[in-house]
């Protein structure tokens, strides 16, 4: 009798102490975290407008759109990892008279957010941009006699700052100027290039640029910024003289004014509006990972105590009792 009630405390023992370690070690997380995530689009407004002559006659429609949202925080191995999504479209239509028009906006906007390292792990930071549109332009004229004048879509500059510590008030996003400040490693030129005039009556093409930025190695809490297009950079779409017809940019945004349906609407095979726009993906890396339980291990790990501290209780009542 005393023997088994020995070997059941035992055994218990055995199991609390393998709950005790189990709740530890599977509720230990990454040190390091990404918070505070912000998006603020800083681009021209949105607008859908109509062109008229000196006369007030209707000439044509234009029409310019953003938008944007931000991924959550994915944990990839030890990595953290998240990404944005910057769209637009601008479009030009142009089916009356004979002077250029042109219509260029402006894009730009800044990401914010704070990598929180409490315990001064450290970690590297690396940014990877991905711009992603089509550019389309259609011709048609009036007077065939003028018919070496066409449309063009040029598609779009993105140009990049970073600030490593909004906190420090150095070199901030404001007080960089493009180009001197720029990081090369995530500025976009001129992205994409249709043209359409008498010899190709369409031109529709899909525009690609990927590039990576290492940002480096940091230690410790703090906020960084991205802040994309600064200065004369933007979309531009444009009829020269004679050149009747419709011109776009398609970043992931199609038009919404019937008069540009020839070139702001998909064409059959392309990519769909989520795999277009400006994509910027935020990595991560802890370069000396620690382990923190998380707040669930707590409990646990009071309730294995208590059911270790019981077990010795009884095991020690158990000796007690063969002594007697």
């Known amino acids: 009798m005393k023997l088994i009630f020995s070997k059941i405390s035992g055994k218990h023992l055995t199991l609390s102490v393998l709950s005790l370690f189990l709740s530890i070690g599977a509720s230990f997380a990454n040190a390091v975290s990404i918070d505070l995530i912000s998006l603020i689009n800083n681009s021209d407004a949105d607008e859908t407008s109509t062109i008229t002559n000196f006369q007030g ?26 990404t944005s999504q910057f769209q637009w479209y601008n479009g030009l239509e142009v089916s009356k008279g004979y002077l250029a028009e042109t219509h260029s906006r402006f894009i730009a906007y800044d990401i914010f957010f704070t990598v929180k390292d409490d315990l001064n792990e450290g970690y590297f930071l690396s ?30 500059t993105v140009a990049s700052r970073i600030d490593t510590d909004l906190n420090d008030g150095i ?7 493009v180009p001197n400040t720029q990081v090369n490693d995530l500025t976009m030129i001129q992205v994409g290039d249709s043209r359409a005039d008498s010899n190709t009556a369409f031109d529709h093409d899909l525009a690609i640029l990927d590039k990576t930025f290492l940002a480096g190695d940091f230690v410790g809490t703090r906020s960084f910024a991205l802040g994309f297009t600064r200065g004369s950079y933007g979309t531009y779409v444009f009829l020269d003289n004679y050149g009747l017809g419709q011109a776009s940019i398609n970043f992931g945004l199609n038009n919404t004014l019937s008069q540009l349906n020839l070139t702001g609407q998909a064409q059959a095979g392309d990519l769909g509006n989520s795999d277009l726009g400006h994509f910027v993906t935020i990595n991560v890396t802890p370069t000396n990972p620690a382990s923190v339980p998380e707040p669930a291990t707590l409990p ?7 059911c270790l501290g019981l077990r010795l209780r009884k095991q020690r009542y158990s000796t007690d009792l063969s002594k007697a």
Do not use: C
């Open 127 to 156: 940014i990877d941009s991905l711009m992603q549109g089509y550019t389309t332009a259609s011709w048609s004229s009036e007077n065939t006699n003028q018919s070496l004048f066409g449309s063009r879509a040029t598609g779009s």
């Open 57 to 82: 006659k209707l000439r044509g429609h234009a029409e310019f759109h953003t938008d944007f949202n931000v991924g959550p925080v994915q944990t990839i191995g030890s990595d953290l990892t998240f």
């Open 300 to 306: 646990l790990l009071g309730l294995s105590l208590a």
């Open 171 to 177: 070199d901030t996003l404001s007080t960089q100027i």
